[in-house]
């Protein structure tokens, strides 16, 4: 089998290996089953409540079976903290030619000088690029003032004014409502506890980004850190302009490409939509769209990559090498021409998606998207983001609230859900099945009332749904579902 028969098709890669996979997979959940069996079956149970399912998380995807089954090796039993070729443990070879083939992989695919494919996670990635920043732009000159000493001869002085250097610089990042991440100098992730942060929004008419907006304050600011890149904002990022912005400031650029990363592997994006070359340093968690093992990678310019590479042991303990084996295995897939046709489908469908909803009277936070997500402002409902995403679920649309620019609900109750077609598209799905999936959806948001709590109002979080809409839509994704299988062929 070739690496491009993994995915010859847009539909879900490993129909062509299916029945290998089924043996395997039988063979290790009746494993599983002499030891723990309520592990066997939540794993079972798992496969078939996904199957069953209409999957519109934006952060989620199938990965592969092959990808799948790299995890499940001895790879996970070795400890191999370092960097490769230079691990303070002995007999890491092996582990040495997972990671170089996954780094090497990653700078192929991105055309990255440098890779690092160690971070357990997105937050991981995200913290690794915070220490490579500050160690590379604070720490040496710190240390070079301090006369450039060994660690070992530094004074508790030397240490405290070290601490402060390191403690007290400035991050700016997208604000959480306008569709940032938490690790974006939120106030209660350590990102906005470590710094201090100022947040960057959208207008307030159009929901885009204004990038006039965005240099006066950086430019009032002088952040040492412009990071980039969201989780629940629709449109593509001028990655050239932020760019500009931040050597006008004098800060390093840091895009966390998470969200999107495979619309940039799969070059949807390319130009000044593509962080890569633009960004000083690049994070991405490799399970959302990239449709990898759940992980982190760091791409770095040249000058960063020394202090990247001491990810491990500055933030990070012993890598996770079964992981990245299987990060290799994500990335050697998304590198076959079909991911490219893959991502197209991704925005193609976001598209209809937004098409479908916009055209039954919905409203949608920017009017549209041109990347993976499609954020519906459920307020012209009548409803909470809560209501709806459990309605939702009712139904058997899986989606998660999120909050709208300026939202009248907050954080937690929230005005708005979140799609993200990355994962139906795996299944097969294209421009018509997310279209009858707007109509789903309308159809149960409109079916759903908030219920009274008397004189003071509606609860935010309870709801009625009408008699007989979940299972009318149950019926309807059914058949949807039933057309485009999930892991076709593989029988457990
Ligand atoms: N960065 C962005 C933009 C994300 O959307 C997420 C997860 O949702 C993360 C980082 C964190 O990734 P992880 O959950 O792997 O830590």
């Known amino acids: 089998m070739t690496a491009d028969a993994v995915t010859s098709s847009t539909a879900a890669p490993g129909a062509d290996y299916a029945d290998t996979a089924s043996?395997?997979?039988?063979?290790?959940?009746?494993?599983?089953?002499?030891?723990?069996?309520?592990?066997?079956?939540?794993?079972?149970?798992?496969?078939?409540?996904q199957r069953d399912s209409l999957k519109l998380i934006a952060s989620e995807?199938?990965?592969?079976?092959?990808?799948?089954?790299?995890?499940?090796?001895?790879?996970?039993?070795?400890?191999?903290?370092?960097?490769?070729?230079?691990?303070?443990?002995?007999?890491?070879?092996?582990?040495?030619?997972?990671?170089?083939?996954?780094?090497?992989?990653?700078?192929e695919l991105f055309g990255a000088p440098y890779a690092y494919a160690q971070p357990h996670s997105g937050i991981d990635a995200n913290l690794v690029a915070f220490w490579a920043i500050l160690a590379t732009r604070v720490e040496a000159p710190g240390l070079a003032e301090l006369g450039a000493k060994h660690v070992n001869d530094l004074s508790e002085a030397d240490w405290e004014s070290l601490r402060n250097k390191l403690g007290n610089q400035r991050l700016?990042?997208?604000?959480?409502?306008?569709?940032?991440?938490?690790?974006?100098?939120?106030?209660?992730?350590?990102?906005?506890?470590?710094?201090?942060?100022?947040?960057?929004?959208?207008?307030?008419?159009?929901?885009?980004?204004?990038?006039?907006?965005?240099?006066?304050?950086?430019?009032?600011?002088?952040?040492?850190?412009?990071?980039?890149?969201?989780?629940?904002?629709?449109?593509?990022?001028?990655?050239?302009?932020?760019?500009?912005?931040?050597?006008?400031?004098?800060a390093t650029l840091m895009v966390d490409m998470a969200h999107f990363a495979g619309l940039v592997a799969g070059k949807v994006f390319t130009g000044d939509e593509d962080p890569v070359p633009h960004a000083h340093v690049t994070t991405t968690t490799t399970h959302k769209s990239l449709r990898g093992p759940r992980g982190g990678l760091v791409l770095a310019q040249p000058e960063y990559s020394d202090a990247v590479d001491k990810g491990c042991p500055?933030?990070?303990?012993?890598?996770?090498?079964?992981?990245?084996?299987?990060?290799?295995?994500?990335?050697?897939e998304a590198r076959q021409p079909s991911f490219q046709a893959?991502?197209?489908?991704?925005?193609?469908?976001?598209?209809?998606?937004?098409?479908?909803?916009?055209?039954?009277?919905?409203?949608?936070?920017?009017?549209?998207?041109?990347?993976?997500?499609?954020?519906?402002?459920?307020?012209?409902?009548?409803?909470?983001?809560?209501?709806?995403?459990s309605a939702l679920l009712d139904a058997g649309v899986v989606t998660n609230r999120n909050s709208i620019p300026a939202d009248p609900n907050g954080a937690w109750y929230t005005s708005g859900i979140r799609f993200g077609t990355p994962a139906?598209?795996?299944?097969?799905?294209?421009?018509?099945?997310?279209?009858?999936?707007?109509?789903?959806?309308?159809?149960?948001?409109?079916?759903?009332?908030?219920?009274?709590t008397g004189p003071t109002g509606f609860s935010k979080a309870k709801y009625t749904l009408a008699d007989g809409t979940a299972e009318r839509v149950h019926a309807a994704s059914a058949e949807m579902l039933a057309a485009n299988p999930l892991y076709p062929g593989l029988t457990l």
């Open 23 to 49: 043996a395997a997979y039988r063979a290790a959940l009746q494993v599983i089953e002499t030891v723990e069996p309520r592990i066997a079956a939540a794993t079972r149970k798992e496969l078939a409540d």
């Open 314 to 332: 500055m933030v990070l303990g012993g890598p996770l090498s079964h992981v990245m084996a299987a990060k290799a295995v994500a990335l050697a």
């Open 61 to 107: 995807n199938y990965a592969s079976p092959a990808v799948l089954l790299t995890m499940g090796t001895w790879l996970s039993d070795k400890y191999a903290e370092g960097t490769i070729g230079h691990r303070f443990y002995a007999g890491c070879q092996n582990v040495d030619v997972v990671e170089s083939v996954a780094a090497e992989h990653a700078r």
């Open 342 to 389: 893959y991502a197209q489908r991704v925005a193609d469908n976001a598209k209809s998606l937004a098409e479908g909803f916009l055209k039954r009277g919905a409203r949608l936070v920017t009017g549209g998207t041109d990347n993976h997500i499609v954020l519906l402002d459920v307020t012209s409902f009548g409803l909470t983001g809560r209501q709806a995403e």
């Open 172 to 250: 700016m990042g997208m604000s959480l409502d306008a569709g940032g991440h938490l690790t974006h100098g939120f106030r209660p992730n350590i990102s906005g506890k470590m710094f201090h942060q100022r947040s960057y929004g959208t207008d307030p008419e159009t929901g885009l980004l204004d990038y006039d907006a965005l240099a006066a304050a950086a430019r009032e600011f002088k952040p040492l850190i412009l990071v980039g890149g969201y989780s629940a904002y629709p449109r593509r990022v001028d990655f050239a302009k932020l760019r500009e912005i931040a050597d006008e400031v004098g």
């Open 424 to 452: 139906l598209t795996t299944r097969g799905f294209g421009a018509a099945e997310f279209d009858r999936v707007a109509e789903l959806v309308v159809d149960v948001l409109q079916n759903t009332q908030p219920n009274s």
